[in-house]
């Protein structure tokens, strides 16, 4: 899902492929993830590389318990927060 120019995801992105394991979400436009990650909690490898993110939520990855690596870079300054109302 790379170079796209994917703008925004939604809670329902991946639902019904909770097997994932490795998500390339680079190159794209991204702002917020918008709880799109919910259903894929066997995700182990992450790439959030080069979009504009500017904040995440921590519970966001909260039930990921097998991830090992999340690639953020290449992103204005990101913010993690605890909850909607730390942004």
Same mark, same amino acid.
């Given at each position: =899902?790379?170079? *796209?120019? +994917?703008?925004? /995801? &939604?809670?329902?992105?991946?639902?019904?492929?909770?097997?994932?394991?490795?998500?390339? =979400?680079?190159? *794209?436009? +991204?702002?917020? /993830? &918008?709880?799109?990650?919910?259903s894929i909690s066997f995700i182990s490898?992450?790439?959030?590389?080069?979009?504009?993110?500017?904040?995440?939520?921590?519970?966001?990855?909260?039930?990921?318990?097998?991830?090992?690596?999340?690639?953020?870079?290449?992103?204005?300054?990101?913010?993690?927060?605890?909850?909607?109302?730390?942004?």
């Amino acid at each position: =899902l790379s170079m *796209n120019q +994917l703008g925004m /995801l &939604n809670s329902n992105t991946f639902k019904g492929l909770g097997v994932l394991k490795f998500i390339n =979400l680079a190159f *794209n436009k +991204l702002k917020y /993830l &918008n709880n799109s990650l919910i259903s894929i909690s066997f995700i182990s490898h992450l790439n959030l590389s080069n979009n504009l993110i500017e904040f995440l939520d921590y519970n966001e990855f909260h039930f990921m318990y097998r991830l090992i690596s999340i690639d953020l870079s290449h992103n204005p300054n990101i913010r993690i927060v605890s909850n909607e109302h730390d942004l």
